[in-house]
């Protein structure tokens, strides 16, 4: 079958950066196409000259056989392409039939036509998608935001959809959702860029995988045809050795301990020992109320009921700040400053960097590097702004700051790697080991089952707010989690929730 | 539709005042009068298009204060240029109001600055020029003949206060019926969305400020004419009330919500208000105590911790019903 979108030799350079080199792809209708790479292996900057956010400095790019210059998103979009960014672009107050025709010029001044309204229903049954259109966008779930934002571009004719990162926010039932839209679109005909890090996804739902390494384009073919290693060695560059680091031998001492945590709605009678030396994963779905405990020990949520204990002393919100350190998912909300490299990784120890009050930078600076060094950050880079690094490096100056007190104490972690190539997310799992053997007590909590198995010695699976077992060394296990975590029992209730109402 | 609602809440308030003032006026007639009617819909006629356009600069999560200082600028225009022609210096005094707006706009999507910023800085160089323009005189304006006739009095309303409905009824339905209503709401709630959707924001938010600034002028110029006098000083009250206002009339702070028609009630209700404490002999301090009162009340029913209290009450209930009733 002929090519319905055909990319060849497109380069593009930002000053002195190369950010693509002679890149090509090919797209047919009814392929799901995988593109995969580290961060900053181009993938981002080739989707922006796809939609016309970027013009390349050199190369084609071929519509239905015919050479097009895309000039703007705007065109893009007449042409057919349609991006599902990993932010939506929903407005939250708007309801559904008002987002789905939001900001199409070919819309008539008087709006509330029949035609529309008619025309976004059927884009959502193409979907098989059961969501009101005049509910706002706003009572919606992060999965069924996404399926309308699909709906959209289905609304608008989009022939070539590109998702990047579509499942980052998503729970487990909800991608499969997700997945049972693409392959419906598939279906019919349509032709689907998908860009990820989870390599599983790459061999779920995908036909054929592109690969991506600086600015360059690499490899591409069936799925069926290569496996997960050459994937990965592929993606990298270098040979896969062990993704996660060996465990460390010993029991563990002391550490938290928490029992009978509960908040009203969200969780409740959530008890687990955490020892010191070893990393503890609460595993769950969005919603099974994992993150919300870790939040709470973290004081960030009030608590209905429980106590804590650290090394058999009761935690209360004096002691807790020094001794606790919390790592969130979402970095740039509730991570990082948007200042310096330097004054980031310093935030909170000012008064150590200070006499009478006035601020060393002598000091600060120099206790800065020591801990950007300790946890693999270019020295370089001090003076650059946070926000300027990648995914991979801020989440190390997090990591640096939560480490960086006098005695080591507990690090709470909400999914420590999201957003974190596969080449930074190995060193992440280095330094959480660091950490372990320098006696600090880690507990995280994932949505990636497979992240859960790899670093967790301890996995305490979460359900719908309640724990439901333990598992330690030899007994972690990936099926019975998947199980725990999804309760089977009721899978078709759960299925009915997470993706009806 | 539920009684209790974000988009029901600002005439509920508008309901609620008026029975609160009427229950402490004891049914002596005093407050529940055309009298009160009366003025309540001259107060809408002066607030009323201010407050319209600072809504929709809120409606994009924008504030523009510049509006006090075009109302009274616009005014001391109207009088100086309405001499000959009245229809000229409306028609000058709303063109620099739009151009102000239109400025302002400008700088703030260009160079993306806050618009706090900027239309502080509109407000004192509009409150500057009409001290310029007029040579720090109070002007008068010969026309009595027109001055009357926008305050006659046509059963309870006036020119002017037609003016304000008829405004407040053309915004209500532009904003409804075209596609820019959903759009402006898309800015308010989520920007770069609106961005990514392919909403024309910049273009958008320069038309919110221009229109801002013509509604603002276009009121304060028939408030001159009504009058017959402009000064630069006089006319610059209009901020705090016109926010106010908009507030009560469930535009949040955070953009996104508001209607022309929650505004207007809001006007009429600070309008009530003034009235219905004015018939009741009350001090005029009480005005702004009572209306800082009442939004103090609006502003805590709005706290994100007595919301979750309350929804969780009415579920409580809700439930406990459902099993009192099988």
Redesign the interface.
């Known amino acids: 079958m002929n090519s319905l979108l055909s990319a060849r030799d497109l380069t593009i350079s930002f000053g002195p950066v190369q950010a693509l080199r002679d890149v090509g792809l090919d797209l047919r209708p009814g392929e799901i196409q995988a593109l995969c790479g580290e961060n900053g292996a181009g993938k981002s900057t080739l989707i922006k000259v796809l939609m016309g956010i970027y013009q390349p400095d050199k190369g084609v790019v071929e519509v239905d056989g015919v050479a097009r210059r895309i000039d703007n ?2 065109h893009a ?1 007449q042409l057919g392409f349609a991006l599902v ?1 990993q ?8 309801s559904v039939l ?2 789905i ?5 070919s ?6 036509r029949k035609a529309l309204r008619e025309k976004a229903r059927r884009a959502l049954e193409t979907l098989q998608v059961d969501i009101d259109l005049d509910v706002k966008v ?1 009572d919606l779930s992060i999965g069924q935001r996404q399926l309308v934002e699909i709906a ?1 571009m289905i609304a608008r004719d989009a022939r070539v959809l590109i998702l990047d990162e579509p499942t980052a926010t998503l729970s487990d039932v909800e991608i499969e959702h997700l997945f049972q839209v693409l392959r419906k679109l598939r279906a019919q005909g349509h032709a689907i860029l998908y860009v990820t890090h989870r390599l599983g996804e790459v061999f779920e739902i995908c036909d054929t995988v592109t690969v991506m390494r600086n600015g360059a384009h690499i490899s591409t073919g069936a799925v069926s045809e290569v496996s997960r290693e050459q994937l990965i060695e592929t993606m990298l560059g270098r040979s896969f050795s062990d993704m996660y680091p060996q465990r460390l031998p010993g029991q563990g001492s002391d550490g938290l301990s928490v029992t009978g945590l509960c908040i ?2 969200s969780f409740e009678n959530v008890s687990f020992d955490a020892p010191r030396g070893k990393i503890l994963c609460l595993a769950g779905q969005i919603g099974s109320g994992a993150g919300h405990v870790i939040r709470a020990i973290g004081g960030l949520a009030p608590l209905t009921s429980g106590r804590m204990f650290l090394d058999g002393q009761p935690l209360t919100s004096m002691s807790r700040g020094s001794t606790i350190a919390f790592i969130s998912e979402d970095r740039a909300r509730e991570g990082l400053f948007d200042r310096s490299v330097v004054e980031n990784l310093v935030a909170g120890q000012w008064q150590d960097h200070s006499r009478l009050g006035v601020i060393s930078w002598t000091s600060a600076r120099r206790r800065a590097a020591e801990l950007a060094a300790s946890v693999g950050i270019d020295a370089r880079r001090l003076a650059a702004n946070a926000f300027d690094l990648s995914g991979g490096n801020q989440q190390k100056i997090l990591f640096a700051r939560a480490a960086g007190g006098k005695r080591p104490g507990v690090i709470l972690m909400n999914e420590p790697t999201r957003g974190v190539d596969i080449g930074a997310r190995s060193e992440i799992y280095r330094l959480m080991r660091d950490l372990c053997a320098r006696g600090y007590c880690l507990v995280m909590m994932s949505t990636d089952l497979e992240e859960v198995v790899g670093i967790a010695d301890i996995v305490v699976p979460m359900y719908r707010g309640a724990v439901v077992a333990r598992y330690e060394a030899e007994e972690i296990d990936i099926s019975r989690i998947l199980l725990d975590i999804t309760h089977p029992r009721n899978a078709g209730e759960v299925v009915h929730e997470a993706v009806g109402h | 539709m539920k009684i209790f609602s974000q988009k029901t809440r600002p005439y509920l308030i508008l309901l609620a005042t008026v029975l609160v003032l009427a229950v402490i006026d004891r049914g002596r007639g005093n407050v529940l009068s055309g009298a009160t009617v009366f003025s309540a819909l001259q107060y809408l006629a002066t607030l009323g298009p201010v407050a319209l356009g600072l809504s929709l600069t809120m409606l994009v999560r924008e504030f523009d204060l510049s509006v006090a200082g075009v109302f009274g600028l616009a005014g001391c225009v109207a009088v100086l240029l309405g001499g000959d022609s009245p229809a000229l210096g409306l028609a000058a005094a709303v063109l620099a109001g739009a151009a102000s707006g239109f400025i302002q706009g400008l700088i703030i999507t260009r160079l993306q600055m806050p618009s706090i910023g900027v239309t502080l800085g509109g407000l004192l160089t509009t409150i500057g020029l009409a001290y310029v323009l007029t040579g720090n005189q109070s002007l008068t304006f010969d026309n009595m003949d027109l001055a009357l006739f926008l305050s006659a009095r046509i059963g309870l309303f006036t020119p002017r206060s037609i003016v304000a409905l008829a405004l407040a009824a053309a915004f209500a339905m532009a904003l409804y ?3 820019i209503g ?2 402006l ?6 920007r ?8 024309r924001v910049d273009a958008l938010m320069v038309l919110v400020f221009t229109t801002s600034g013509a509604l603002a002028a276009l009121s304060g110029a028939l408030l001159s004419y009504s009058l017959a006098s402009a000064s630069p000083s006089g006319l610059s009250e209009v901020l705090v009330p016109a926010t106010a206002a908009a507030i009560l009339g469930g535009v949040s702070l955070s953009g ?2 508001g209607t022309p028609l929650g505004v207007t009630a809001g006007v009429l209700m600070l309008g009530v208000l003034r009235a219905g404490l004015n018939a009741l002999g009350a001090p005029p301090f009480a005005h702004d105590m009572s209306m800082g009162a009442v939004l103090l009340a609006v502003a805590i029913l709005d706290a994100p911790g007595i919301r979750a209290h309350f929804e ?1 009450l009415q579920t409580l209930t809700r439930s406990r019903t459902e099993t009192q009733a099988p």
Not at chain 1, 101 to 105: A, K, P, V, Y
């Open positions: 998103p705007q979009q960014a932010e939506l672009s929903l407005a939250p107050q708007l008002d987002n025709w939001l900001g199409d010029r819309v008539p001044v008087f709006h509330r706003a959209r009203d709605g | 019926w075209l596609w959903r759009d709401i898309a800015i308010g709630s989520d770069r969305a609106a961005h990514t959707a392919g909403v996104g919500t969780r």
